[in-house]
């Protein structure tokens, strides 16, 4: 079997459009693996937005600081492979194919009871990074919930930290329809006696939070009263703030672009500050500095080449729209720009349009490479509510020459990853990953 083979079956036979909620069939497919899980140290996140950013920091953190550190992610952008990493690199194939192995068997056990015992894709995976984070010998996770918290496959955790990002409508369908829902189903990750650090500060979903906490008698660190950022400068690719919380840092350097990552930067230090103190070793000031100085998230107002220079931020959703908004009125303000846009049928498009196509001069909508993008003509539709200068042009590639072509200096990219990491790709490669036609 090669890794495309492998992709296909995951992608195929554990589709990810299968969403069961429980924990029963990712608890048992670990006990039949050995629980790999409780083999590492880890720092369990989640968050409507920032809870990709706030693992990678923590990643980097613990790398700095000399541990063998796994990190998962989800969703990736162009491979499969971005999802499970250690030390921030890609583990070879041969490793990948060994662990599917060893999951695809007891998997297709679990199969055999009938369709509730499946394991779904999301599942499959978990247990396969969980394997290879135990062969590889990790010694501390960093681990990203793929939605909401409490039924997420994740949840198998036995973290030393529980972080909340933030808490903003989205998958609504799954989570519920108000914030104080949503922030029950992401307070789920929060286990007994742990500590749980919050980035998010409007008030009803700080109370669920807060009495969550009270129950699990876990001690809560609130963004705004336990820790704090200030002295924010923002210069693209080289950002600046002080930080004040278990230990403070006076001009820390954050590569990270958009106010919004000083929130995430300030969450995963406070984070790893509490998760050395678990673990009974030292925070330096000095690894402190180069974890976030390096760190960098793909498709998160990044920026590539000159010209035309292309900016990818995967905002998806309406919180995550408006911190894009911000990141272009700071960094690009008075520039000519171009935007090519891409939502997903389940996303709110009104909440993501109405901000960011005023921000474009000239807008493409085109369709995200996903089964969840069918009705790209009615992303069209509303977003000539609130732009004059709209086109639209189902295949990304053809739309972003179109742009080229025009001779637009600054094209956007965004609306979702998935278009994202396809159109990424076809800009640094020159071609597409061969995934694409498997995952697409």
Same mark, same amino acid.
């Given at each position: 079997m090669t890794y495309l083979e492998?992709?296909?079956?995951?992608?195929?036979?554990?589709?990810?459009?299968?969403?069961?909620?429980?924990?029963?069939?990712?608890?048992?497919?670990?006990e039949l693996l050995g629980n790999p899980q409780h083999s590492f140290r880890s720092v369990h996140v989640t968050g409507t937005n920032g809870k990709g950013s706030v693992t990678k920091l923590l990643s980097n953190l613990m790398i700095e600081h000399g541990f063998q550190t796994g990190a998962y992610y989800s969703p990736h952008l162009s491979s499969f492979k971005e999802r499970i990493l250690v030390n921030e690199e890609f583990v070879p194939d041969e490793l990948y194919l060994e662990c599917f192995k060893e999951v695809q068997k007891f998997a297709k056990q679990m199969d055999q009871k009938g369709e509730?015992?499946?394991?779904?894709?999301?599942?499959?995976t978990t247990a396969m990074a969980f394997c290879i984070f135990q062969r590889t010998k990790v010694e501390t996770g960093a681990i990203e919930v793929g939605l909401g918290g409490r039924f997420d496959a994740t949840n198998v955790l036995k973290s030393d930290v529980?972080?909340?990002?933030?808490?903003?409508?989205?998958?609504?369908?799954?989570?519920?329809?108000?914030?104080?829902?949503? %922030?029950?189903?992401? %307070?789920?990750?929060?286990?007994?006696?742990?500590?749980?650090?919050?980035g998010e500060t409007k008030p009803g979903p700080v109370e669920v939070i807060k009495k969550v906490c009270e129950e699990k008698r876990s001690e809560l660190h609130l963004l705004s009263r336990d820790f704090i950022y200030e002295n924010m400068q923002m210069k693209l690719n080289e950002n600046r703030f002080d930080f004040k919380g278990l230990k403070n840092f006076e001009g820390l350097e954050l590569t990270l672009n958009g106010e919004h990552q000083f929130l995430n930067a300030s969450v995963a230090l406070q984070t790893f500050l509490l998760f050395a103190d678990r673990m009974g070793f030292e925070v330096k000031e000095e690894a402190v500095r180069r974890a976030l100085k390096k760190t960098t998230h793909p498709g998160r107002f990044e920026v590539v080449g000159e010209k035309p220079r292309y900016i990818f931020d995967g905002a998806h959703n309406a919180p995550a729209a408006a911190s894009l908004k911000r990141a272009v009125n700071t960094y690009l303000q008075g520039e000519r720009l171009a935007g090519l846009v891409g939502i997903l049928d389940d996303k709110d498009k009104v909440g993501v349009l109405s901000q960011i196509?005023?921000?474009?001069?000239?807008?493409?909508?085109?369709?995200?490479?996903?089964?969840?993008?069918?009705?790209?003509?009615?992303?069209?539709?509303? %977003?000539?509510r609130y732009n004059d200068n709209v086109s639209f042009e189902p295949d990304p590639v053809k739309a972003l020459e179109t742009l080229k072509e025009e001779g637009w200096s600054t094209i956007i990219i965004t609306g979702s990853l998935y278009l994202v990491g396809y159109v990424r790709d076809y800009v640094l490669d020159g071609k597409l990953e061969p995934e694409w036609a498997i995952a697409g």
């Open positions: 492998m992709l296909e079956y995951i992608y195929k036979e554990r589709p990810s459009g299968k969403i069961t909620l429980g924990l029963e069939r990712i608890i048992e497919l670990c509730a015992h499946k394991p779904s894709f999301f599942e499959f529980a972080v909340i990002v933030t808490v903003g409508y989205d998958h609504m369908h799954i989570l519920g329809d108000t914030l104080e829902k949503i %922030a029950f189903e992401k %307070a789920g990750i929060i286990k007994d006696s742990i500590p749980t650090v919050c196509a005023p921000l474009f001069e000239r807008l493409m909508i085109t369709r995200p490479v996903s089964h969840r993008a069918t009705n790209p003509q009615e992303t069209y539709e509303i %977003a000539r």
